[in-house]
């Protein structure tokens, strides 16, 4: 053996090979080695250390980072889901809009770019029982204007009042309904003629047309206490213009065109024009001719009197069709009546259609002034039995007399004998109704009597060629002084 110490070989720095657990050791040996690692491990700097510290190390590290990988998960989940959410309330405001309100949205789209005119319809005709016409209808023009389009509302007001004459206040006042962007409509002038029209087209005013429109002129002027009249929007406000209104007003057109931002006309699906339908045609009983000669002879009678007015009516007696019916006044149209010399008492009265409306219907008809009998008073007990006390209007009397005429039996006066509508189809108007008032043989004793007023009595001036006419003349008022 060397006395010399044993060389101690340095311990490198490495990892240390896992051994077999079939590796052989010997006990000692073995003991010895376990030591020395085991004391070497506890050292920082030992390579040992060095090995333990970097498997604490990686042991921290992948469970630090198995935690921030789930939460980033969550995270990621929770912005999926949120996105999701947005893009399928995004995508059920996009089915709502192109599905459930689609055409609210295209119809408030249209109704911005699209104008829509109303074409009254021609108001239905009046005809006599020949077919000819009692009241013509006469073309006109209503100027109108659309704010909206009126570029210059002041300039624009100013050449429409030059043309039309108006006043200061008049044109002020278009001129503040021109600058209306609210409104899309204003009126300008109704009705005016065809010449008159045409002078303002001529003028090429940006946002001012007008439209066609029907006046109504009588053929006979005597004829307006019957026929009536309408008012500037053609609505009847008298006689058988009111009476029959609905069926002679029609249906009316429209007609649709799309504009663009300036107001000009553009082709379009959206341009729509839909026909008005004509008001039906009324066929009366009155005899135009008839009429005319009767307007005539009590015109002249009037002024021969110096009467304030005059009336005339002409009734079949059978049929209880009115061929004539005319009135003469100087003051305005309203309801007429008579002070009359008839029969004795309330009773017959009524029974020859006194006190009550007649079946005509007519727009402002009266009962005219029937007492009854318990509310008679002083002297009207006896003045009664000539007239005096009562009142009645034209066709009631005539109703009354045509009792006389028709063999004892009451018929109800008739105007209209039938509606024809666009199609050319008639309706005929219900019968007019009838009852016995008196006997036939007291008519035919009343009908001798009148007839000798007439022939040998106090009312020879009524007698005419070729005819059978009776009469009575009577006390009432026959004539007012103006």
Same mark, same amino acid.
């Given at each position: 053996?060397?006395?010399?110490?044993?060389?101690?070989?340095?311990?490198?720095?490495?990892?240390?090979?896992?051994?077999?657990?079939?590796?052989?050791?010997?006990?000692?040996?073995?003991?010895?080695?376990?030591?020395?690692?085991?004391?070497?491990?506890?050292?920082?700097?030992?390579?040992?250390?060095?090995?333990?510290?970097?498997?604490?190390?990686?042991?921290?590290?992948?469970?630090?980072?198995?935690?921030?990988?789930?939460?980033?998960?969550?995270?990621?989940?929770?912005?999926?889901?949120?996105?999701?959410?947005?893009?399928?309330?995004?995508?059920?405001?996009?089915?709502?809009?192109?599905?459930?309100?689609?055409?609210?949205?295209?119809?408030?789209?249209?109704?911005?770019?699209?104008?829509?005119?109303?074409?009254?319809?021609?108001?239905?005709?009046?005809?006599?029982?020949?077919?000819?016409?009692?009241?013509?209808?006469?073309?006109?023009?209503?100027?109108?204007?659309?704010?909206?389009?009126?570029?210059?509302?002041?300039?624009?007001?100013?050449?429409?009042?030059?043309?039309?004459?108006?006043?200061?206040?008049?044109?002020?006042?278009?001129?503040?309904?021109?600058?209306?962007?609210?409104?899309?409509?204003?009126?300008?002038?109704?009705?005016?003629?065809?010449?008159?029209?045409?002078?303002?087209?001529?003028?090429?005013?940006?946002?001012?047309?007008?439209?066609?429109?029907?006046?109504?002129?009588?053929?006979?002027?005597?004829?307006?206490?019957?026929?009536?009249?309408?008012?500037?929007?053609?609505?009847?406000?008298?006689?058988?213009?009111?009476?029959?209104?609905?069926?002679?007003?029609?249906?009316?057109?429209?007609?649709?065109?799309?504009?663009?931002?300036?107001?000009?006309?553009?082709?379009?699906?959206?341009?729509?024009?839909?026909?008005?339908?004509?008001?039906?045609?009324?066929?009366?009983?009155?005899?135009?001719?008839?009429?005319?000669?009767?307007?005539?002879?009590?015109?002249?009678?009037?002024?021969?009197?110096?009467?304030?007015?005059?009336?005339?009516?002409?009734?079949?007696?059978?049929?209880?069709?009115?061929?004539?019916?005319?009135?003469?006044?100087? =003051?305005?149209? $309203?309801?007429?009546?008579?002070? /009359?010399?008839?029969? @004795? +008492?309330? &009773?017959?009265?009524?029974? #020859?259609? *006194?006190?009550?409306?007649?079946?005509? =219907?007519?727009? $402002?008809?009266?009962?005219?002034? /029937?007492?009854?009998? @318990? +509310?008679? &008073?002083?002297?009207?007990? #006896?003045? *009664?039995?000539?007239?005096?006390?009562?009142?009645?209007?034209?066709?009631?009397?005539?109703?009354?007399?045509?009792?006389?005429?028709?063999?004892?039996?009451?018929?109800?006066?008739?105007?209209?004998?039938?509606?024809?509508?666009?199609?050319?189809?008639?309706?005929?108007?219900?019968?007019?109704?009838?009852?016995?008032?008196?006997?036939?043989?007291?008519?035919?004793?009343?009908?001798?009597?009148?007839?000798?007023?007439?022939?040998?009595?106090?009312?020879?001036?009524?007698?005419?060629?070729?005819?059978?006419?009776?009469?009575?003349?009577?006390?009432?008022?026959?004539?007012?002084?103006?």
């Amino acid at each position: 053996m060397s006395d010399t110490a044993p060389i101690r070989r340095p311990i490198r720095n490495v990892q240390p090979r896992r051994r077999s657990s079939s590796r052989r050791t010997v006990d000692g040996q073995g003991d010895m080695r376990r030591g020395s690692h085991e004391r070497d491990a506890s050292l920082p700097g030992s390579s040992v250390g060095g090995f333990f510290n970097a498997i604490s190390q990686y042991g921290v590290t992948k469970m630090t980072t198995n935690i921030h990988a789930g939460d980033m998960r969550k995270r990621i989940s929770a912005m999926f889901m949120v996105i999701l959410l947005v893009v399928a309330l995004v995508y059920l405001r996009v089915l709502s809009l192109q599905t459930f309100r689609a055409s609210d949205y295209k119809a408030e789209s249209i109704a911005q770019r699209v104008r829509t005119e109303v074409i009254r319809a021609p108001r239905g005709t009046i005809l006599d029982r020949d077919g000819q016409e009692l009241a013509i209808p006469v073309p006109t023009r209503t100027i109108f204007a659309d704010p909206r389009e009126v570029t210059d509302p002041v300039t624009t007001a100013r050449a429409l009042a030059t043309v039309l004459q108006m006043t200061p206040d008049e044109e002020m006042d278009l001129a503040q309904r021109l600058q209306n962007k609210q409104s899309s409509f204003t009126y300008v002038v109704r009705q005016v003629d065809s010449q008159l029209a045409k002078t303002i087209s001529d003028l090429n005013l940006v946002g001012i047309s007008s439209y066609r429109e029907e006046g109504r002129v009588l053929t006979s002027e005597g004829l307006r206490p019957i026929v009536g009249r309408v008012d500037i929007d053609g609505v009847g406000i008298g006689g058988l213009e009111l009476q029959y209104n609905e069926a002679l007003t029609g249906t009316p057109g429209k007609a649709s065109r799309e504009v663009n931002s300036r107001g000009q006309n553009i082709a379009s699906a959206n341009s729509e024009y839909v026909a008005p339908i004509p008001g039906s045609t009324l066929v009366t009983s009155i005899h135009r001719t008839l009429q005319f000669q009767v307007d005539g002879i009590l015109q002249q009678q009037v002024e021969r009197l110096m009467a304030r007015s005059g009336i005339a009516v002409v009734m079949h007696t059978k049929t209880g069709e009115i061929y004539a019916m005319s009135s003469v006044r100087r =003051n305005e149209d $309203g309801t007429y009546s008579k002070t /009359l010399s008839t029969e @004795r +008492n309330r &009773q017959w009265l009524s029974a #020859f259609g *006194f006190g009550e409306k007649t079946s005509l =219907n007519f727009p $402002g008809e009266t009962k005219g002034l /029937l007492k009854l009998a @318990r +509310n008679w &008073q002083g002297t009207e007990k #006896f003045t *009664f039995a000539y007239g005096y006390g009562y009142g009645a209007t034209p066709i009631q009397l005539v109703s009354a007399v045509n009792v006389i005429a028709n063999d004892g039996v009451y018929i109800g006066p008739k105007l209209v004998t039938e509606v024809v509508d666009e199609r050319g189809l008639s309706t005929p108007t219900p019968d007019a109704p009838t009852r016995r008032v008196i006997s036939s043989a007291t008519a035919a004793t009343m009908r001798s009597l009148m007839t000798d007023v007439v022939c040998y009595g106090t009312a020879q001036l009524a007698k005419m060629k070729g005819l059978s006419v009776g009469g009575k003349t009577g006390t009432g008022y026959i004539r007012q002084d103006n």
